[in-house]
T-cell receptor
């Protein structure tokens, strides 16, 4: 069974204080690992897809990296508007079906 | 582009009643996904469609749940009869063949079953 564990559950940062969110996964063959951002009362918003170990992707203050067992979402010099819940999901290479498994998320609060 | 549209945004009903949630995907998207999000279980995929055809409904919790997509611009998720444990936020998302992983989520329907 595919599993995704995100840590920490909650993270409070001061504006400008860089940090990383972790997503550990076990999957029977990784097709892709996804990061989403979810604001309160809204649907998740797609951020990145990573396909293979060693891959990195960046968007503004966010950088996602991938190893064979985990992914990190690095947040550099965060701002209050980066406050949100960040979700990680994996998709396994199993037949032709597309069933992502989501983690519970990390709730990030950035204080001004 | 209006994005994925869901209705209603909030629904309060009593146990045993039928509930119908509606979704209009982004025009031109050929994949449509229904998710449920709860504090206990997080975000779970219930069912997804490709070109209006259900591809995988293994996430549908039980026979009380059904989903249809009569055309490319409309889908419904129905719960009959509803139970208190069905209380959750239900999301619809759409995507394209070329970029299945990039799913665009709607704002969700917050369902409370009393």
């Amino acid at each position: 069974e595919d599993q995704v564990t995100q840590s920490p559950e909650a993270l409070r940062l001061q504006e400008g204080e860089s940090s990383s969110l972790n997503c550990s996964y076990t999957v029977s063959g990784l097709r892709g690992l996804f990061w989403y951002r979810q604001d309160p009362g809204k649907g998740p918003e797609f951020l990145f897809t990573l396909y293979s170990a060693g891959e990195e992707k960046e968007k503004e203050r966010l950088k996602a990296t991938l190893t064979k067992k985990e992914s990190f979402l690095h947040i550099t010099a965060p701002k209050p508007e980066d406050s949100a819940t960040y979700l990680c999901a994996v998709q396994a290479v199993t037949g032709g079906s597309y069933i992502p498994t989501f983690g519970r998320g990390t709730s990030l609060i950035v204080h001004p | 582009d209006a994005g994925v549209i869901q209705s209603p945004r909030h629904e309060v009903t009593e146990m045993g009643q039928e509930v119908t949630l509606r979704c209009k995907p982004i025009s031109g998207h050929d994949y449509l996904f229904w998710y449920r999000q709860t504090m206990m279980r997080g975000l779970e995929l219930l069912i997804y469609f490709n070109n209006n055809v259900p591809i995988d409904d293994s996430g549908m919790p039980e026979d009380r749940f059904s989903a249809k997509m009569p055309n490319a611009s409309f889908s419904t998720l129905k719960i009959q009869p509803s139970e208190p444990r069905d209380s959750a936020v239900y999301f619809c998302a759409s995507g394209t063949e070329r970029a299945q992983e990039t799913q665009y989520f709607g704002p969700g329907t917050r369902l409370l079953v009393l």
